[in-house]
């Protein structure tokens, strides 16, 4: 398996969540990285995206609420995600691949994890 996404589950409406996944270190080392989600019924989109420098992308629904990171000496990437609202849900997926300019460009996909915002 080359990407691994851990850390979904149920929470609380204005709860947090913290998703990783882990990469190969082949993977990891030579890709940018991103979190999609897909929601039942809905196109999976792109949400949070960190270059191999460390530059961030977020979505405008998650700005300000969700924090992309990266660990290069644990081949991880993270997904903090705070004050979670039930239109959070969704199953997110992460992703490695490349930017070019400000456009992400999907290349290895990791299984997804569920994250259900609930009370």
């Known amino acids: 398996v080359q990407l691994q996404a851990f850390g979904g589950g149920l929470v609380q409406p204005g709860g947090s969540l913290r998703l990783s996944c882990g990469a190969s270190?082949?993977?990891?080392?030579?890709?940018?990285m991103a979190w999609y989600r897909q929601a039942p019924g809905s196109k999976r989109e792109l949400i949070a995206g960190?270059?191999?420098?460390?530059?961030?992308h977020y979505k405008d629904s998650v700005k300000g609420r969700f924090t992309i990171s990266r660990d290069n000496g644990s081949n991880t990437v993270y997904l903090q995600m705070n004050s979670l609202n039930p239109e959070d849900t969704a199953v997110y997926y992460c992703?490695?691949?490349?930017?070019?300019?400000?456009?992400?460009?999907?290349?290895?996909w990791g299984q997804g994890t569920l994250v259900t915002v609930s009370s």
């Open positions: 992703n490695a691949g490349s930017y070019r300019g400000i456009y992400y460009y999907p290349d290895v």
């Open positions: 270190e082949s993977i990891f080392s030579k890709n940018d």
């Open positions: 960190i270059t191999r420098r460390g530059i961030t």
